[in-house]
């Protein structure tokens, strides 16, 4: 225990990283996953088949396959970034396939008629889709999109394995330290269960918030 006490700024410096990553992330990924949803739901043959391109590659590769791939292949093609923001993009791309599946989901469940009513006033097919149809398939996803988000905080550790230093680099090197594998991947497993946790309870409440406003 002493030895989780004594490193405690470096784990937390590196928890910091992860609320980091697990932030900018999930927010890449919506605006992204909002997009290919739009995809999958057009009436545009072509669009419809790129966003399930989009979908079916993300959803069937490693996501550490594709950290290593952009953190070590892009510069050798001359592609260079900062690393964080390297892991970031790479794990909005990833996860915006989940969570265009997620809106998708929520977007069937609206009634025809409601697409039907907004083209009858004049509304184009992005405004039925941004003004009529993704707000009513939020609100049936909240809990699927919970879940998503809480993947993808936990997601962020295979980060550590590209040299991105967040709680489980951080961990890890308190480990190697201190010989303490025990206290010190409990404490770190129990920020992860904490952030779950929290996600969990904010889920929750806007997903009840949000029925009875149905």
Known sequence: MSALLDHLP?????LIVTLQLTAASFAGAAVLGVLVTALRVSPVRVLRALGTAYVETFQNLPLLVLLVLAVFGLPEIGIKADLLVTAI???????????????RSGVNSVA??????????GLTFSQSLRHVIL???????????????IA??????????????????????????EAQPIP?????????????????FVTGRLERKLVILR
Do not use: H
């Open 135 to 149: 707000p009513q398939a939020l609100r049936t996803v909240v809990q699927p999109i919970g879940n998503i988000f």
């Open 184 to 200: 010190i991947f409990v404490g770190a497993g129990l920020a992860y269960a904490l952030i779950a946790a929290c996600a969990g």
């Open 112 to 121: 025809k008629g409601q697409g039907e009513a907004a083209r009858a006033i």
């Open 152 to 177: 993808l905080a936990m997601n962020t550790s295979l980060a550590a394995a590209v040299g991105i230093v967040d709680l489980t680099a951080s961990a890890n090197r308190v480990n190697l330290v």
């Open 10 to 14: 470096e784990l937390w410096q590196g």
């Open 89 to 103: 993009v790479v794990i909005a791309v990833y996860q915006a396939a989940y969570l265009a599946e997620a809106l």
